[in-house]
């Protein structure tokens, strides 16, 4: 069993910062990679951004030069800095994990329970 619990959510304001962390615990073998997603009120969930356990990254275009992703590989954990916040980017915020539980497992993926990001204008 793996469980992903996230934290840092809130209400902000426009121009306003948050960090987002989320923690993996459980059965871990290996992380290949851990990202966060969002979903806004009658929206799909969308990609925000991802990390790989190298430290590769990518990010949505809405995003890029405001959201940072980085990993701390020993804590098993994923943050996400949010600068300079609009109100578009207020949404459920959802933790991915890509996690291997042994070492003859299949890699499977892994969801938190999502925190909510409220940005007012």
């Known amino acids: 069993q793996v469980q992903l619990v996230e934290s840092g959510g809130g209400l902000v304001q426009a121009g306003g910062s948050l960090r987002l962390s989320c923690a993996a615990s459980?059965?871990?073998?290996?992380?290949?990679?851990m990202g966060w997603y969002r979903q806004a009120p009658g929206k799909q969930r969308e990609l925000v951004a991802h990390?790989?356990?190298?430290?590769?990254?990518n990010y949505a275009d809405s995003v890029k030069g405001r959201f940072t992703i980085s990993m701390d590989n020993a804590k098993n954990t994923v943050y996400l800095q949010m600068n300079s916040l609009k109100p578009e980017d207020t949404a459920v915020y959802y933790c991915n994990a890509r996690i291997r539980g042994r070492s003859w497992a299949r890699v499977s993926d892994y969801w938190g329970q999502g925190t909510q990001v409220t940005v007012s204008s």
């Open positions: 990390s790989t356990s190298g430290g590769s990254a």
């Open positions: 459980g059965s871990i073998f290996s992380i290949n990679a």
